[in-house]
């Protein structure tokens, strides 16, 4: 153990500092605490700094990652505010389309039938539900819940997902049963500089509430995918939702006791007020007594039968009056104080809060919103575009080397290229983001590519389409439409049509041509 510093030992720190070095020993520790980091001081004010850095699986334990997940999964079942926040996120950052181009366009040609024959639900998903764009977001969906997913790879090019949870040590588990592989407390077989070597994957028993063994699953076969906060001390993802739990179950517990407060003053919503002074002063049935005289008006102990299907009419005596009790619930402070809860709860996926109400802000600041948004979800989508091309690379090549009657091997081969060669002509492509205000967002798009600040590749993707693609379908109707005589308008700016411009001769000379000379 260190010894405690001595005031002599203070006092050289102090003089060294150029702080005082008078005064007693506690004085002198106080002004030389003075420098640093205020965060490593503790001042009795806040909660004091944590003194030690541990591997995540030590601070979120098995115990502890199962009770964050089942409180995620609650709050997506009963509230909508999470539920909404995660679908948000999904929106933007899960959905992509496939893009190749290879220079070859029987190849790419081919390929592009491999993937959508491959998306129908009977072909990718080993139990028949999902195709492979909802088999996807249901992925993310899992990690941003669970914090980390699994899909496994089949015989067949079938896929199956696994819930984050089902990735585990369960208790009853001896690792001398299977090889001597030694799985660690997050579910894992790990190499020395822990990477997965394989996963530990678990049933829920025939209670369908438990956790029984399955079997490991080598990592070759597995598309695994998690949110990560950290290098090298953490096996497991961690659900960006942790840090809006609390808030969530605050926000939704406030809206509940106000509402249980309206219903309150709804069901008292009336009160009969009765002057309790007489018409003669001296009392008498209906009347008040001396002792009564001059007190204040009270409320009735008459019960009232309202029918909502009639229409009610009170008969009030003299000096009675019916009024209607107002709860005044929720409050304008209350609401104020929900929309900055909400944002902040938000923030746990980046979420701007103009997407939340967007009556609240001018379309220059959804604008910024929104961009600034896409800047956040472009790390999401990268990780999810690796684990589409995973998906991509294993399906090429269990087409390539097995018996398939697309015959790419040979149709790749016959325009001289490999498999590696086409598996990286493919491109997941993110959907990007809707169209606010199109014409004002064409233009500006149209002005950039103009001054080469821009091109029409990136400006097609941002929207989630691609500039080939569309060049392709363009073609085909403009072809359509000179062959079945229809004019299609092309350029706003001119009145010339396609069939104009189709017709027209390549030869012809410009109208503001210069004369020849002679």
């Known amino acids: 153990m260190p010894k405690k510093p001595t005031k002599a030992d203070l ?30 001081e503790d001042k009795g004010r806040r909660q004091a700094p944590q003194t030690r850095v541990r591997h995540e699986s030590k601070i979120l334990t098995p115990t502890k990652r199962k009770k ?24 933007y950052v899960s959905k992509f389309h496939v893009s190749i181009r290879t220079g070859e366009p029987a190849v790419d040609a081919l390929v592009q039938r491999i993937f959508k024959w491959h998306g129908a639900p009977a072909r990718i998903d080993i139990a028949r539900r999902f195709g492979r764009d909802e088999l996807f977001r249901l992925f993310e969906l899992e990690k ?18 696994i819930e984050s949870d089902l990735v585990r040590l369960p208790g009853e588990y001896k690792a001398a049963e299977h090889g001597g592989k030694i799985v660690n407390s997050s579910g894992l077989v790990v190499d020395e500089y822990g990477g997965p070597l394989d996963y530990c994957i678990c049933n829920r028993g025939e209670s369908g509430d438990g956790y029984e063994f399955d079997h490991l699953e080598p990592a070759a076969n597995v598309i695994f995918d998690g949110y990560w906060t950290r290098f090298g001390s953490q096996f497991r993802g961690v659900s960006p939702l ?43 049935a209906g009347g008040a007594t001396s002792e009564t005289a001059s007190a204040d008006a009270t409320t009735a102990d008459t019960e009232l039968d309202l029918n909502p299907r009639t229409v009610t009419i009170l008969d009030l005596n003299p000096g009675e009056k019916a ?33 939340f ?27 999810n575009r ?29 325009a001289g290229m490999s498999l590696r060669a086409v598996q990286e002509a493919v491109e997941w492509v993110a959907s990007g983001s809707p169209w606010l205000d199109k014409l004002k967002q064409v233009m500006g798009d149209k002005q950039a590519i103009a001054l080469g600040l821009d091109n029409h590749i990136d400006a097609a993707r941002r929207r989630g389409s691609d500039v080939f693609k569309n060049i392709d379908k363009q073609k085909a109707v403009l072809d359509y439409a000179k062959k079945q005589g229809v004019p299609i308008a ?21 109208t503001n041509a210069a004369p020849k000379s002679d």
């Open 11 to 40: 006092v050289r720190v102090a003089e060294s500092c150029g702080v005082s070095a008078k005064g007693t020993k506690a004085e002198i520790a106080s002004r030389v605490t003075q420098f640093g980091y205020n965060a490593t």
């Open 68 to 91: 964050l997940q089942a409180t995620a999964q609650e709050q997506m079942r009963n509230y909508s505010l999470p539920a909404w926040m995660v679908r948000k996120h999904l929106d």
């Open 144 to 161: 941003v819940v669970g914090g980390d997913a699994l899909l496994l790879k089949l015989p067949g090019v079938k896929l199956q997902a």
């Open 242 to 284: 942790s840090t809006a739990i609390n808030t969530v179950q605050d926000i939704h517990e406030g809206f509940e006791w106000n509402l249980i407060k309206a219903k309150m003053h709804a069901l008292l919503g009336i009160a009969i007020m009765r002057d309790p002074a007489g018409t003669d002063g001296m009392g008498g």
């Open 323 to 355: 009024e209607m009790l107002e709860s005044h619930t929720p409050s304008g402070e209350f609401v104020e104080g929900s929309y900055l809860f909400i944002q902040i709860a938000m923030l746990a996926l980046d979420i701007p809060v103009t997407s």
């Open 357 to 383: 109400d967007s009556r609240r802000s001018s379309f220059s600041a959804r604008i910024a919103d929104l961009n600034e948004y896409e800047v956040s979800c472009d790390a999401k989508r990268t990780k």
């Open 386 to 414: 690796y684990v589409r091309q995973d998906y991509s690379d294993w399906l090429l090549k269990a087409l390539w080397d097995g018996d398939s009657d697309f015959m790419l091997k040979k149709v790749a081969g016959d």
């Open 490 to 510: 092309t350029n706003p700016a001119s009145d010339d049509t396609v069939i104009d411009l189709l017709n027209s001769d390549d030869d012809k000379e410009p």
